[in-house]
């Protein structure tokens, strides 16, 4: 399997888009409006208020609504982290290590919020979910920093070991590196990626690791809440440390700044991969290259077609999500019902796992197959769902079948569900219904051209149309951008942008800024 990982930056956001096999499986996006919480940040937070009935606190941390926080997700040492941030934040505690640190016991499984916080206490907490919907961010005092082989756990002595580690000689040998060169009063949590990897490597990722540990106490001394004293990496490079790995064949950036700093990044996580990042220049925008845009408008409708013609329908509600699998033309083609709805399911199952991905759905998801009566296909579809889902790295549980033909999955949300809206709105009638004649384009775009050449006089000229726009500006001898020519007497070169609506278009220089005209 060859994984292509494309990266478009462009203005204030930038697309992570992961392709399989040329197919589009996951779809990220960091920066932006609005996005100030990520989880992984660390912020000093205030105790507004506190919920018996609930278990649970609501903290400020600067969120439009106020952190949860459930007594489950304080962590057993919630006193010692207490502590130790009253300490530091007062000065009375003046190095980060904690070695010399006097822990407090365990709080009690059973207990209470109020007999961990109190309303107005300052308090040290992690994001684990970004506000989603009506609802403010979800926290944890229980402070964990992950780095590529490693995860830090402050105020704990325990080496933990991924479970997809088989090796059992390279168990024992992880925990023994790591009891020896972790610091007192520090666990830590043995990833994956760390399988056969070298002492080295190890001890540089725990140091860096430590590093954040000292930036928490830097930042915490004299903070005044709601203040982020952490902030995890960017999306794009969490992305790379939780991700790369030997399939990836190549990463295309189309900002050479940004391929820079990712080929710099990668040199530190995974040196044999800095010279698989590729900077794009091509003239078509980079994701209309990879047919990213084309699978991307395809995927976030209400419906999303497969291969065979059966098809899916998407509904979303404010507590869980419905996919429908319906045969669509492909209910002919067998004579055999039962067998025509198997293969039917068992095409639906990858779509689905790729569907709840690349959309970041999480919560409850009912999916409703085509019914079948055979309990042993019933069983053939739920395992083929366990065996695609496998590769997701969010956590998910699946239920078998039921006799109504559903399979309800819970999968981990630690953030929105990413949107794409499919439909485009007219430029030129502005959603009114009624547009100019489309023969008066050409002359619109001539004029505009004057303008430009007129007023601005550029050295060189890039008109962005609509791919079918752009295809009729070319045809025949002499075309229209032929006519440019000769009449302006320099070459205007036209791009093709598939996220175009039909009769949308602008001008750049060469430059890649836009001509106002």
């Known amino acids: 399997m060859s994984n292509v990982l494309v990266i478009n930056s462009h203005q204030s956001e930038v697309e992570i888009a992961l392709l399989e096999n040329k197919q589009l499986v996951e779809l990220q996006k960091e920066g932006g409006a609005g996005r100030r919480f990520s989880v992984g940040d660390v912020f000093l937070g205030k105790v507004k208020k506190l919920v018996p009935g609930l278990n ?48 407090e016991k365990d709080i009690d499984k059973g207990g209470k919020i109020n007999q961990v916080l109190s309303e107005g206490q300052f308090i040290t907490v992690q994001i684990t979910k970004e506000p989603i919907s009506t609802k403010g961010p979800r926290i ?34 992880l925990k ?16 994956t990626a760390a399988e056969n990897v070298k002492a080295a490597e190890l001890d540089a990722d725990l140091k860096s690791l430590m590093k954040k540990w000292e930036q928490i106490f830097k930042n915490l001394k004299n903070a005044k809440p709601p203040k982020k004293i952490l902030g995890e990496l960017d999306r794009t490079a969490v992305f790379l440390r939780d991700m790369i790995n030997d399939s990836y064949s190549s990463i295309h950036v189309n900002d050479t700044k940004l391929c820079g700093e990712i080929q710099d990044y990668l040199k530190t996580i995974a040196p044999a991969k800095a010279k698989i990042v ?98 042993e296909n019933r069983k053939k579809v739920y395992n083929k769902m366990k065996d695609v889902m496998a590769s997701d790295k969010a956590k998910h549980t699946i239920l078998p079948l039921s006799r109504f033909g559903l399979i309800q999955i819970t999968r981990q949300r630690v953030r929105p569900e990413m949107e794409v809206d499919t439909t485009e709105k007219c430029p030129s009638c502005n959603g009114t219904g009624e547009a100019q004649a489309s023969i008066l384009l050409v002359d619109e775009i001539e004029s505009m051209l004057k303008k430009i050449m007129k007023k601005q006089k550029p050295s060189s000229v890039i008109l962005c149309v609509h791919p079918f726009i752009a295809a009729y500006l070319r045809k025949g001898y002499p075309s229209v951008q032929a006519k440019w020519f000769f009449t302006f007497r320099k070459r205007i070169r036209i791009r093709e942008f598939e996220d175009f609506a039909m009769l949308e278009y602008k001008f750049f220089t060469g430059k890649g800024e836009e001509l106002e005209v």
């Open 176 to 191: 023994r590196l790591l009891n020896s060169i972790k610091s007192e009063n520090f666990g830590v949590i043995i990833r």
């Open 140 to 173: 944890t005092s229980e402070i964990t920093l992950a780095g590529r082989y490693l995860v830090l756990v402050p105020f704990s002595d325990k080496i933990s070991i991924s479970q997809r580690i088989k090796n059992s000689k390279d168990k024992e040998r």
């Open 56 to 103: 649970a606190a609501f903290v400020d941390v600067g969120a439009r609504k106020d952190a949860f926080l459930h007594y489950f997700d304080l962590g057993p040492q919630a006193n010692s982290m207490n502590k130790w941030s009253k300490l530091v934040h007062t000065g009375k505690f003046t190095v980060p290590w904690l070695k010399n640190f006097r822990q």
């Open 278 to 375: 590729k900077l794009y220049r091509g003239e078509i925008p980079i994701f209309d290259h990879y047919d990213v845009t084309k699978q991307k408008k395809a995927m976030f409708g209400k419906h999303a077609t497969m291969p065979s013609g059966a098809y899916l329908v998407v509904e979303h509600t404010e507590a869980l999500h419905v996919i429908d699998v319906n045969s669509g033309r492909t209910s002919s083609s067998e004579d055999d019902q039962e067998t025509n709805a198997l293969n039917v399911n068992l095409e639906a199952v990858s779509e689905v796992a790729r569907q709840l991905r690349v959309r970041d759905m999480g919560g409850i998801i009912v999916v409703d197959f085509i019914d079948m009566r055979s309990a």
